[in-house]
């Protein structure tokens, strides 16, 4: 394990998830997944997320939300959305991004990712 990418990962992984999420994710990890929530924090959030290259962290967002939606992963594609909204994407934004993965991943992958993100924002919409 490279302790400079899984520290940088860790940040960025609370950053965008909020830290109580993530310390909960690790506090839970047993001797079965604490290795899988290492590779996670260590290659996802360090490697991938923590690039210095062409793709901002919104630009991540969004695609994740197309990749989540298309694989029809509903718990990461809500985390995630949340994680969008924090990295400054727009409602709009993630709309578009939406019909577009409609578009190319089918209209049923569409619809259920609309129907995840409307009860997101009323989540949200309820506690702001």
């Known amino acids: 394990m490279s302790q400079e990418l899984f520290d940088a990962g860790l940040a ?3 950053e965008v998830l909020g830290a109580e999420y993530v310390e909960k994710s690790l506090g839970a990890a047993d001797d079965f997944n ?3 929530q290492n590779i996670v924090t260590e290659y996802c959030w360090g490697a991938s997320w923590g690039r210095d290259g ?4 919104r630009d991540r967002s969004l695609l994740n939300l197309v990749m989540l939606g298309a694989l029809n992963r509903s718990e990461e594609f809500k985390l995630h959305l949340k ?8 409602r709009a934004e993630i709309r578009d991004t ?14 259920e990712a609309f129907r995840l993100a409307r009860q997101v924002f009323a989540e949200l919409d309820a506690t702001a």
């Open 54 to 57: 062409a793709l901002s962290r």
């Open 12 to 14: 960025i992984r609370k």
């Open 83 to 90: 994680g969008a909204l924090t990295n400054g994407c727009t």
């Open 98 to 111: 939406l019909i577009h993965l409609a578009i190319y991943a089918g209209i049923p992958a569409g619809v």
């Open 34 to 36: 604490r290795d899988f």
